[in-house]
């Protein structure tokens, strides 16, 4: 494989992947406007936020059939249409419930941006370089959650958040072109399951495997607070607990973006190596990573940055960078099916991460609720508290059954 086409596979992909995590985080610097403009409360903006996750995860099993049979270039190239179709929608609503089913219709426009170029690297690039590769894809959602920051709060300057969202409309539309016409065909792309029986066999394969769930609830779990935090619930955090303003947070936002992206790229590397160097499971890299995450989420609930506000950026930079750990099982679980599967087992994953990342980010908003709002109009820090804690709490249980399960190897 030259570094031309390797460059043809990869660039595109990540393109796509960086408006997908974009979309996915930029509710976190507008969420001020969007509830000074339509009067949210948190349960309602949390709503608003997560219906992303909905829609992107009620359609990952057809994904990965889709995926399976037709190839990742022609799938997310028809479906980055629909995303920018979503984002018009979403720059010209009137009001909330049309804001809602635009931002799910983002949610199933993106839907693919991730595990389209999982199973084009699993096509294209030698297994062991799997996570290596990952770890760059992720690596450009890591930007596009950067560009989601400061980017987007500079540009809040020349225009609102409804223009926002009409240039990301049409990055869309550019990114689905790059897709379907630079991304080179792969004659291994379809694999002869002519029945849909054989299909949905394979599906039924993967969700009857002791190696998938052994990983899954940790993973599951780890990213679905990790997702919903960043991309919505750190901003209002930053400002209600640690009482910053509002160019204070977006600043954090950008920092807390550029640990992700060195998160991303350090825990795929560093499963790379140790694999190949001395054996080490994938498997174990992302156990250690995801329990840092763990503490680090410990110091969060309990509230350490607002007793030393210094900690606050490092702590949540720390968040940022351990809570990309998660991802190393995706490349765990490809290395433990055949792979033609590869489709289906990252998108049975992806579709239980983001089912409990729109059930979390949700569910966050309505314990906020339960406390009345500050007299300056913020949410009320108890409710914040108490949220993290009850996430952290399903964590620890997460981690109990995959220690429990140590006889299943992976």
């Known amino acids: 494989m030259t570094t031309a086409v390797a460059l043809r596979v990869f660039l595109p992909f990540a393109l796509g992947y960086f408006l997908s995590y974009l979309y996915r985080v930029v509710n976190a610097v507008i969420a001020p406007d969007l509830v000074a403009d339509l009067g949210l409360d948190a349960s309602t903006l949390g709503l608003l936020t997560a219906v992303f996750f909905l829609t992107f995860a009620a359609f990952q099993l057809p994904l990965g059939i889709l995926l399976d049979h037709y190839g990742p270039r022609r799938v997310e190239a028809a479906l980055l249409l629909f995303a920018a179709i979503g984002a018009v929608l979403f720059a010209i609503a009137p009001n909330t419930p049309v804001l809602i089913v635009a931002r ?13 170029a999982f199973k084009a690297y699993v096509m294209w690039f030698p297994r062991e370089r799997l996570a290596l590769i990952n770890g760059f894809q992720m690596m450009s959602g890591g930007l596009g959650a950067l560009a989601a920051t400061q980017p987007v ?56 495997s002791a190696q998938f769930w052994r990983v899954a609830p940790h993973c599951v779990m780890s990213q679905a607070v990790f997702t919903s ?7 209002p955090w930053l400002r209600d607990v640690a009482g910053l303003q509002r160019d204070v ?27 190949r160097l001395f054996g080490v499971r994938p498997m174990t890299v992302a156990a ?50 055949p792979a033609h599967l590869a489709g289906r087992v990252n998108t049975a994953l992806n579709l239980l991460i983001f089912v409990m990342a729109f059930a979390a980010q949700w569910a966050v908003g309505l314990v906020i609720d339960l406390w009345p709002q500050t007299a300056s109009g ?33």
Do not use: N
């Not at 799910?104 to 389209?116: N, P, Q, R």
């Not at 350090?266 to 190596?273: D, M, P, T, V």
């Not at 949540?316 to 433990?336: D, E, K, N, R």
């Open 153 to 208: 709060e500079l540009a809040l300057g020349f225009t609102d958040w409804r223009g926002v969202f009409l240039i990301l409309a049409g990055l869309t539309v550019v990114s689905a072109v790059m897709v379907y016409a630079v991304v080179p065909e792969h004659g291994g792309g379809r694999h002869p399951e002519a029945k849909i029986s054989d299909t949905f066999a394979g599906v039924k394969e993967i969700f009857v």
């Open 288 to 337: 250690v990573g995801m329990s840092g995450f763990m503490v680090v989420q410990a110091t969060v609930a309990f509230e350490l940055p607002v007793a030393h506000p210094s900690l606050t950026l490092m702590v949540w930079m720390a968040f940022g960078f351990f809570g990309t750990a998660g991802i190393v099982p995706f490349a765990a679980l490809s290395q433990a099916f």
């Open 249 to 275: 947070v977006a600043h954090h936002l950008f920092w807390i973006a550029a640990a992700m992206i060195a998160g991303f790229l350090s825990w795929g590397l560093l499963a790379e190596r140790l694999q």
């Open 104 to 116: 799910g219709l983002i949610g199933f426009g993106v839907s693919a941006c991730l595990m389209a």
């Open 378 to 410: 913020g949410y009320a820090p108890q409710g914040y508290q108490v949220a993290f804690a009850v996430m952290l709490a399903l964590q620890v249980l997460a981690l109990a059954w995959f220690v429990a399960r140590r006889a299943v190897r992976i």
């Open 229 to 235: 935090v960043v991309s919505l619930w750190s901003g």
